[in-house]
């Protein structure tokens, strides 16, 4: 496992040898499946987003088959933690709160507040989004569109083009 020093910075990658190269791919890896963003990487490495992004897909692709479904079901499991987490929060009470104190109703009975389930919620549903990417159950969706486009140019005398 790669430490957390973040390797040295060269953005054309022509002056660091295949060992550090080498590191610097394993680091973004590891980096990446902990968690942090492509951002946040480059930050650390003094690397672009998108060229981190870039990196981390060409490494993906060199690495063996099932070294890929190892750190797909690390994955999994990270991200199965995280449903039961937020599921935890979904299905517990959550009392509202004006100006510090328990909010009442007007029978002097606490309010609930359905914020928290309800963000809940959308992580959950964002959750399962990343799960199916991740084990490729995602299945593009296709439209059929039938019709005619008539386009009309102004300032053209279409006459005079022909």
Same mark, same amino acid.
């Given at each position: 496992m790669p430490? /957390?020093?973040?390797?040295?910075?060269d953005e054309t990658q022509t002056s660091l040898t295949p060992l550090e190269l080498q590191e610097r791919k394993a680091w973004i890896v590891d980096k990446k499946h902990s968690g942090w963003s492509f951002r !946040?990487?480059?930050?650390?490495? +003094?690397?672009?987003g998108p060229r981190v992004h870039t990196i981390y897909w060409e490494t993906m692709r060199e690495i063996p088959?099932?070294?890929v479904h190892e750190l797909r079901e690390?994955?999994?499991g990270r991200l199965e933690k995280l449903i039961e987490h937020a599921n935890q929060i979904r299905e517990a009470k959550h009392y509202a709160f004006a100006n510090g104190e328990l909010a009442k109703g007007p029978d002097?009975?606490?309010?609930? /507040? /359905?914020?928290?389930?309800? !963000?809940a919620i959308a992580e959950l549903r964002q959750l399962e989004e990343t799960i199916a990417k991740l084990n490729g159950t995602t299945a593009p969706v296709q439209a059929v569109i039938n +019709?005619?486009?008539h386009y009309q140019v102004a300032g053209v005398d279409m006459e005079k083009l022909t």
């Open positions: 430490d /957390d020093t973040p390797p040295t910075h !946040r990487i480059g930050d650390e490495i +003094g690397l672009s088959a099932p070294k690390q994955q999994n002097g009975e606490v309010l609930l /507040d /359905d914020g928290p389930a309800l !963000r +019709g005619t486009i």
